[in-house]
């Protein structure tokens, strides 16, 4: 009876694939012993994503946390998912880095690195490999898996036997976006088994498009010694498929499965509740635990797919997503068919996103992209097709043969920098791959991580009488009603809120339908939870209105009464909470003066002139960080800069203005 073994990926891919990873420490905690128990071949815990959000969203150490979970459980091999030249960051470090990351990833309790690259170019692996064996630590040699023209069998297999001579312990099939076939998974797992039948294989893949269950069984049925899986509450959609199920069915078909069953159930029921309050909150979409057959053609996998909605909600544009997945494969065609995982996924994603957004192909360009067609990120699959490398760089020279070849040592450097900033060479190592995030969170640390200040709640009306809940509705109230709160409204409406709106949500309509009197108090579900919203006439009766967008702007918390913006003149209405006011809108430059606005919502990262320099067109003015990728704002015009609105760490919306050149 040949055994099979399981990694568990809900503390890793599973919550980065459902829940963008924005699952904190706290709420896995009190089921970490359990887990220790149920007989994993091992917990992938660290890696992908998580160290970015940790720092960035969850006010947490990311050494801190692992350090954690190794204490929690002794008896379970922890493994962390490692990209390769890339380390966790968007970008190739030098190779005194990469070296410096390995080694404190194993004394902080790391014992599998599964090592990838986002290019399958296997010189941006062999100093992440090299360093992890020296450590003493178990190397996993990666394939990421995708199909092209250029992605052949063949390929595949000469990229193992190339893995073996660099001295890794096993094999790993990537499949980030489930689009791996039962007859694929067969293939490929006996083709790597005759190749090299002394190390474990692994296979890795997606529940996306619904094939997860079949290839995991077939890939078995090859052959593969390990697969990964996520505990049921969450598993399916854009995770991997539920621990449970196939361990239930691979015992039934006659293999061993040495998993403690009892502490599976308890793990089910623990995250069944952690599962609630995420869908509770809005986190955990909808979107994301659906079966979606379209990613065969477009192959987004889970972590790229969740992202890519949490960025399109935060820019208010959910109404491109079919816009934006229909580019995707389109951009990556163009970029010479890389595999879609991070970072190249993040990159062909938010480029696919710019195209759309922007009307037109490759009008904006992040800085990565720019790099990715110079070379710097290795050698791509097939050639990059050469109009569109061409629009993007110009004249700009391409790199030959290993970029970090080019990159001179920065661990010693940047220590020396940052002095008492950097508590440990941890913090140094974060600082490295992720400057500004990780200085924030160094002050917030100092600080002793201050709340954020809550959003204040407007005085609730009278509660209605409780017979109201079964009495007959009025005709009107049998309609949906959005409102973006709080929000003067174009069309004579205010909406004030009775309690706060999540942040993160800015929906983009108000519907009123064609009444001539819609004011009242309407109860508004948003991402599952119910919330009370006054609608008041601020012009008295007027012609019935039709459905009108709303520009998008932040949410904010309730200001002081504000006169509304109404179609007419009209009689001042009663005071009433409005929005604390937003940006003005770019004022139109002198005569002879060219206004340079933002592409797109993001963050002003740097400020790259001063007032009065002479700038050409193409030279850089500005850096925003969008969809974790920098774009480059440039001089569309030779000129002298006359004034900057730009500030760094503010926030920008489409159209902002950034700096006025005269």
Known sequence: MRKVNFTETVLRDANQSLIATRLPYSKFEPILETMDKAGFYSAEVWGGATFDVCLRYLQEDPWERLRKIRAKMPNTKLQMLLRGQNILGYKHYPDDVVRKFVEYSVKNGIDII???????????????????VKQGAHASGTISYTTSPVHT?????????DL??????????????GIMGPKESYDLCA?????VPELPLVVHTHCTTGLA????????????????????????????PATETLAYALRQLGYQVDLNDKALIEMADFFKGVRADFLKSGTLDP?????????LNYQIPGGMLSNLISQLKMMNAMDKLDEALAETPKVRKDLGYPPLVTPTS??????????????????????????????????????????????????TPLVEGRFADSLEPEFEKTKKELGATAKSDEDVLSYIAFPQVAMAFFKDREAGFPKKEEPKKAAAPAPAPAKAETAPLPAWQGHVYYARVPAPMSNGYTARPIEPFAASYQPPHLVMGNREDCSGVFTVT?????????????????APVAAAPVAAAPVAAPAPAAAPVAAAPAPAPAAAPAAAPAPAPAAAPAAGETAVKSPMPGNIFKVECQVGQSVKAGDVLVVLEAMKMEIEVSAPVDGTVKSISAVVGSTVNTDDLLVVLG
Do not use: W
């Open 164 to 177: 073996k001579s660099m001295g890794v312990s096993s094999i790993c099939i990537k499949d980030m976006a």
């Open 213 to 240: 269950f079949m290839t995991d069984l077939k890939a078995v049925e090859a052959g593969a010694d390990v697969i990964d899986t996520a505990i049921s509450p969450f598993s399916g959609g854009t995770s991997q």
């Open 526 to 542: 948003i991402d599952g939870k119910p919330f009370q919203v006054s609608v008041e006439r601020a012009d008295g009766p007027a």
């Open 114 to 132: 599964r090592i990838f690259d986002a290019l399958n170019d296997v010189r941006n692996l062999e100093v992440a490999i090299d360093e992890t």
């Open 346 to 395: 993040q990159m062909v994603g938010s480029q696919a996103v710019q195209n759309v957004l922007a009307g037109e192909r490759y009008k904006v360009v992040g800085k990565e992209i720019k790099a990715y067609c110079r070379g710097e990120y290795g050698r791509t699959p097939a050639p990059i097709d050469p109009a569109i490398q061409k629009k993007i760089l110009g004249d």
């Open 153 to 161: 069998l063949e390929n595949y297999v000469k990229m193992v036997k």
């Open 191 to 195: 083709a790597i088994k005759d190749a």
């Open 287 to 295: 979107i994301s635990m659906a079966t979606d057959t379209q990613c």
